[in-house]
Structure formats: structure tokens, C-alpha cells
């Protein structure tokens, strides 16, 4: 596992940006797996700012992602396709043929899970899969206790994540009760994983990844041993010197 620390959100989502930039030059048609929340965004801010630059074009990758909550249609404010087609897509000219999102209003879940491992597998795996960190320590909604074997699935969110996610957003929408995401198995088989972590919310769950022993309370902590693991935090989480 290698750590890099940035000093600012800005500096965080440049360096994540290098790397993607680094993966698209060597393959332009990579398979990537992406986040939501509010950790990625200068990431997707600092892709958009380089094709507009015309320093980079993504149009030839494909693109799958992380999770969503499940139960609502695409165009709903809380949805995450919603996020990353504002966020990403759209403003870095992404045609919808490269995409294959999580269909959380999929009328069978349980179908919709299977295609979805197929559609990853069929485009040849994950290139890179790029992480967030719950407070929880969850990866994608891999809440705390899941199993690690498992792949696409629904979850029954944690309460914590909850909590969160209905504090984020100031109460305007009910949280739902349950996601759908990738699971472990799906995101330990990416080729390369980068994980980003920012906000002192997030100590606890960085300090039991930095401990560097798997525990099923720390989903996070799945990741170790991961061959090409890369994580690029916020200077804030560094650990106090010994
Ligand atoms: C949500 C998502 C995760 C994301 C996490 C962190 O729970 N399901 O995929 O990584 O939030 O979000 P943030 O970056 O806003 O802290």
C-alpha cells in the first residue's frame, strides 16, 4: 500500500487526476469504477478543466460505478447517476455509450446485480477501480460486517450512513433504506485500486486501514494486500509521528 498525503482537497483531486490521466494515456480505453460523495469532486473538476484544456479525452474509456441507492430513478436529486452525469459525464463529454451505471430502480435488483457483474466482466474487468471512505470505513456500500465474498448486491444501509448521508442533505430527502453496490469481491479483482480519503471524520476508519490488519468491522481494511493499492489522503489523517 502506497500512501500519499496532500496537503489540500485541491492538491488531492490534481494528484488523482495525474493518475487517471496516466492510466487513459497507456489505454485510452480503460474500465474504470467511480465515487460519489463530496471526495471526488475536485477530481472530476481537475478531469473536466483537462479536456477542456484538450489535455486529455476521455470519451473512449468506459465507466461503471461504485453504487447508488436503490429505489430511485435515475434523475432523482439523491441519485448518483444523477451526480456523476453532472459532475463528470456530461461537463467532460463522456458519450452515455461508455457508461454502464447501477440501475437502482432496476424492477428486479437481484437480475439487475447479475448484469451488472457480466457487463464489468464482458468489458474485460476493472482497470482501475477509485474508492471513497464512509465514516464507517465502508468502501462503495460495503457497510461494516459484509462479506468480503461478495459481488454486485443490495445492502440495508447502515444506520451511521444514514445518519450522514440525511446531514449532508439537510433533511430535503428521505434517505433510502438500502443501496445497491459493487461488492468487495468486485472491487478486489480491479487491476489497480486508488483509494481517496479526506475529512478528520474519516480517522477512525484511516487509522484501522494504517494498522494494516483486515478486519470485517473496517470494510476499508478489506483492500490490504491489494497488489496495486494506491491511497491519496488528506495531510489531516496523517497519524502522529511514534
Ligand atoms: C457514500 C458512498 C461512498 C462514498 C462515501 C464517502 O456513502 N456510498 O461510495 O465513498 O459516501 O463520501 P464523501 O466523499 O462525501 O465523504
Not at 8 to 15: F, K, V
Not at 208 to 220: E, F, Y
Not at 221 to 242: E, K, N, W, Y
Request: aromatic content about 6%; glycine content about 8%; proline content about 7%.
Amino acid at each position: 500500500m502506497k500512501i500519499t498525503w496532500c496537503e489540500n482537497p485541491a492538491a488531492l483531486g490534481a494528484l488523482a487526476a495525474d493518475r487517471v490521466c496516466d492510466l487513459l494515456a497507456k489505454r485510452p480505453e480503460a474500465v474504470l469504477a467511480l465515487p460519489t460523495g463530496h471526495t471526488p469532486l475536485g477530481l472530476y473538476a481537475e478531469l473536466v478543466r483537462r479536456v477542456d484544456a484538450g489535455q486529455v479525452r476521455m470519451d473512449r474509456a468506459r465507466y461503471f460505478n461504485l453504487d447508488d441507492y436503490l429505489g430511485l430513478t435515475d434523475d432523482h436529486p439523491l441519485s448518483y447517476a444523477r451526480f456523476l452525469r453532472r459532475n463528470l459525464f456530461v461537463p467532460a463529454r463522456i458519450p452515455d455509450s461508455q457508461v454502464r451505471l447501477l440501475q437502482g430502480h432496476a424492477a428486479d435488483p437481484q437480475r439487475e446485480c447479475a448484469e451488472y457483474d457480466a457487463a464489468i466482466a464482458h468489458a474485460g474487468g476493472l482497470d482501475l477501480a477509485i474508492l471513497g471512505l464512509g465514516v464507517n470505513g465502508h468502501i462503495a456500500f460495503n457497510e461494516p460486517g459484509a462479506s468480503w465474498l461478495w459481488r454486485t448486491h443490495v445492502v440495508t444501509l447502515d444506520a451511521q450512513t444514514r445518519a450522514t448521508h440525511r446531514e449532508q442533505n439537510g433533511g430535503a430527502h428521505e434517505i433510502p433504506e438500502q443501496g445497491i453496490t459493487m461488492g468487495v469481491a468486485t472491487i478486489r479483482e480491479a487491476r489497480r485500486v486508488l483509494l481517496l480519503a479526506s475529512g478528520k471524520a474519516k480517522q477512525a476508519a484511516f487509522d484501522a486501514l494504517v494498522r494494516g490488519l483486515p478486519d470485517p468491522r473496517w470494510p476499508v481494511t478489506s483492500l490490504l494486500g491489494h497488489p496495486q493499492l494506491q491511497v491519496m489522503a488528506d495531510a489531516a489523517l496523517r497519524p502522529p509521528p511514534a
